[in-house]
Structure formats: structure tokens, C-alpha cells
Nanobody, 112 residues
């Protein structure tokens, strides 16, 4: 089970930190990822982190977003800085392997 939190309404240029708490049976030691889905658009990969800690980002968020995790808290984070209106979307936490698991999503709204 994955449970996201931390979304909300923020002005352009602002910051938010999303959290994704994993149950003990799921954990955050494997590859983890953040996706987002804006209204009328397909879900897209925002950031990922491998089991070894290698990170990757969508071009649109490079330099502004940071993915991280805390093993002790079984929590995955997405720190988002310099937010833009086009970042508005529902953000989802995902663990693709060994069983593909999704969280319920958290809404991020960035006003101009």
C-alpha cells in the first residue's frame, strides 16, 4: 500500500514536498517513481529512483524537482521548487516491481 500526501494550492514560484508512505510489506527499497496526470492528459513519469539510488527526471522538471527517500520511515518524497501552472496535476507514487502498486494520488494546483 502507498499513501501520498502533501499536495495543495500554491502560487507560481512556490514549493511543495509530497510524501508517499509505504506499508512495511511494500517498502521503498526497490525502484520507486512519481507520476502525474493533468486533466485531459495521459499520466506521465516525473521522477524515478532505482534501488541503487540512481535518479532520473522528466526534462520539464529537471533542476526544480528532487526525488528522495527515507528507508527508516518507509517514505518516498518529491520536493518541488519553482512550481509553474503547468505542474498542476494529480501526483501518484508508484512501485513498479515486483508487483506494480499505485497510491491514490494527491492534487497539486499551481496558480499563476
Amino acid at each position: 500500500q502507498l499513501v501520498e500526501s502533501g499536495g495543495g494550492l500554491v502560487q507560481a514560484g512556490g514549493s511543495l514536498r509530497l510524501s508517499c508512505v509505504a506499508s512495511r510489506t511494500v517498502g521503498v527499497v526497490n525502484t520507486m517513481a512519481w507520476y502525474r496526470q493533468a486533466p485531459g492528459k495521459q499520466r506521465e513519469l516525473v521522477a524515478s529512483m532505482t534501488a541503487g539510488g540512481t535518479t532520473d527526471y522528466a526534462d520539464s522538471v529537471k533542476g526544480r524537482f528532487t526525488i528522495s527517500r527515507n528507508f527508516g520511515k518507509n517514505t518516498l518524497y518529491l520536493t518541488m521548487n519553482d512550481l509553474k501552472p503547468e505542474d498542476t496535476a494529480v501526483y501518484y507514487c508508484n512501485r513498479p516491481w515486483p508487483v506494480n502498486i499505485w497510491g491514490q494520488g494527491t492534487q497539486v494546483t499551481v496558480s499563476a
